[in-house]
């Protein structure tokens, strides 16, 4: 069973910044993404950024060179670095796992959701 753990999140006034962390219990397919999304209330849900099982890195257009997501295997543990925080973050940040049987599945074959982690940009 896979369990995803997210911390870090918080209360930040404009300019500020946070680090979030995702640590990832049990075994996930080799060939995968993960990453993080946000929902704001009212919102869809949009993609912030994520990273696969290659190193290829994506974000999110708004993110703008302000966020950074990396990767510890030693630690089972992936980080998103979100710097000059503007009130439009304030969201519910997800991290994701997204495993796929082979290298030509089009659509994941399984998923795995944290909990979520509330983070709040005062103006």
């Known amino acids: 069973q896979v369990q995803l753990v997210e911390s870090g999140g918080g209360l930040v006034q404009t300019g500020g910044s946070l680090r979030l962390s995702c640590v990832v219990f049990g075994s996930i397919p080799s060939i995968h993404t993960m990453g993080w999304y946000r929902q704001a209330p009212g919102k869809q849900r949009e993609l912030v950024a994520a990273i696969a099982s290659g190193g290829m890195t994506k974000y999110g257009d708004f993110v703008k060179g302000r966020f950074t997501i990396s990767r510890d295997n030693t630690k089972n543990t992936m980080y998103l670095q979100m710097n000059s925080l503007k009130p439009e973050d304030t969201a519910v940040f997800y991290c994701?796992?997204?495993?796929?049987?082979?290298?030509?599945?089009?659509?994941?074959?399984?998923?795995?959701w944290g909990q979520g982690t509330q983070v709040t940009v005062s103006s």
């Open positions: 994701f796992v997204f495993g796929y049987d082979s290298d030509s599945s089009l659509v994941p074959d399984n998923d795995y």
